[in-house]
């Protein structure tokens, strides 16, 4: 390389006050509030970043079709078996409600999206293709066929971005499937990024979970609906004598596994321009059941 | 045709982006983000240096909102640093441009885990004394190999 440039420079002062304007607006960026970060950071992921995240949506496209087209197959079949054997529960449960004198429960919506990791910095972060003009809002729940992926965090017109159970900030309200045990779970980091795990906190002294039982969301909190599949309990973490018990918890999810995920809306009305999906069974139990 | 580098630090930058925002293949490309900084400070005045990390810093904390404002902090830090390394060292043997790779990337990396307020001894013992180092080393192996292709591209008439 070429090295030295020993040249007193005229302007020597500029070489300590650009630096230093330059750290000091940087830092003045890490303190705005949210919602100019994210003007910031849109206004350059639609512009002088676009080529590269159109190539990556494409990409993403392209190696599902390609590679996962056996796992889409197997997955489908799983899914038209399941609603053929449960084809007369919707009827049952809409003569139910007629009997008990209950309205008929709103359906759920979803947008489906690929799962887009910029590969940058933060490694818990996901990008989504879809945003507001889909109906996508903050907070809402990113959930895969095999359960909770993470949160919605921040949203542009069309595209979002997320994080998924492995950030540090992450929390779920999750119960055992019968509803008797409750407790919140959060990300527990590994020393590698293999090693992450969730941990139920804050479960009543007295419960004895085994291994293998399954934790859904318990709707607390209003966050996430009730009933998406968090993960399994993996064994107990800690006690806290005559208080309270933690478990690990094996998740459903493997975050570096989702190509594609689908965006729970809830059931409340908006926009939808995107592909979207409606569940008007009786509860969501499992995935996406 | 000669290669000016400020087309390597392009080239570098583009590369980035392209393997790990275009294609998603994360760590498993080398930071190039970095080394175009690292390779540019070594032509560059300090201000522009540090200007060039700010803004490429600036498009990686595009797809980091939680940490905004980090990369940019780190990358225009190192930036400047580095084009000061042309005054305290004189040469260009492979020891020194292995070690201001290597010191140049593992730097960043630690201003960026300080800035991004990822305290607590996990992610410290996780990302920077193991990730880190490794992610250098990769890091270190092609800018060696980038300098290798631009100084044998320079010589040629």
């Not at chain 1, 796992?71 to 139910?96: F, G, I, P």
């Not at chain 2, 045709?1 to 080239?11: K, L, N, S």
């Not at chain 2, 797809?63 to 190192?78: C, E, K, N």
Request: hydrophobic letters at 45%.
């Amino acid at each position: 390389m070429e090295g030295q440039d020993n040249v007193a420079s005229p302007s020597g002062r500029f070489d300590f006050l650009v630096p230093l304007v330059l750290v000091m607006a940087a830092a003045v960026l890490m303190k705005l509030p949210s919602d100019a970060q994210d003007v910031l950071g849109q206004s350059l992921r639609s512009t002088v970043l676009s080529p590269f995240v159109a190539m990556n949506v494409a990409y993403a496209r392209a190696r599902t079709l390609g590679r996962d087209f056996d796992r889409v197959r197997a997955q489908m079949d799983t899914l038209v078996s399941r609603v053929a054997a449960q084809r007369t529960l919707a009827e049952e449960n809409r003569q139910l409600r007629e009997l008990l004198g209950m309205s008929e429960r709103a359906p759920t919506r979803y947008v489906s999206t690929p799962v887009i990791r910029s590969g940058t910095t933060d490694q818990s972060v996901f990008r989504m293709a879809a945003g507001a003009e889909q109906g996508v809002r903050p907070f809402d729940a990113v959930v895969t066929e095999a359960g909770l992926l993470g949160q919605v965090q921040r949203v542009g017109p069309r595209t979002a971005l997320g994080f998924d159970w492995s950030h540090t900030d992450f929390r779920v309200s999750a119960m055992t499937a019968d509803g008797l045990v409750h407790g919140l779970v959060l990300a527990d980091r590994g020393q590698f990024r293999e090693q992450d795990r969730l941990v139920l906190s804050g479960a009543v002294y007295l419960s004895d979970l085994e291994p293998g039982t399954e934790l859904l969301t318990s709707g607390r909190g209003g966050t996430y609906a009730r009933g998406i599949r968090v993960g399994w309990v993996a064994g107990v973490a800690a006690t806290m004598a005559g208080w309270s018990k933690s478990y690990y918890v094996e998740p459903a999810v493997q975050p570096g596994e989702a190509a594609y995920a689908l965006v729970d809306l809830g059931d409340r009305a908006g926009p939808a321009t995107g592909p979207i999906a409606a569940d008007g069974g009786p509860a969501k139990t499992g995935g996406l059941r | 045709m000669r290669v000016g580098p400020g087309v390597v630090v392009a080239i570098l930058a583009t590369a980035h982006l392209t393997l790990r925002v275009g294609l998603g293949i994360g760590d498993v490309a080398p930071d190039l983000m970095t080394l175009a900084v690292l390779f540019g400070a070594r032509f560059m005045r300090t201000p522009s240096t540090a200007a060039l990390g700010f803004g490429l810093g600036l498009l990686q904390d595009a797809f980091s909102p939680l940490t905004f404002g980090a990369s940019a902090l780190a990358m225009a830090l190192v930036g400047a640093v580095a084009s000061r390394t042309r005054q305290l060292f004189v040469g260009n043997s492979f020891l020194f441009l292995a070690s201001y790779f290597f010191v140049g990337k593992w730097t960043l990396d630690f201003i960026w885990w300080l800035a991004s307020g990822s305290a607590g001894w996990a992610t410290f013992s996780d990302r920077i004394l193991v990730a880190a180092p490794l992610a250098a080393l990769y890091a270190t192996a092609t800018g060696l190999l980038v300098h290798f292709l631009f100084r044998e591209r320079r010589r040629r008439p």
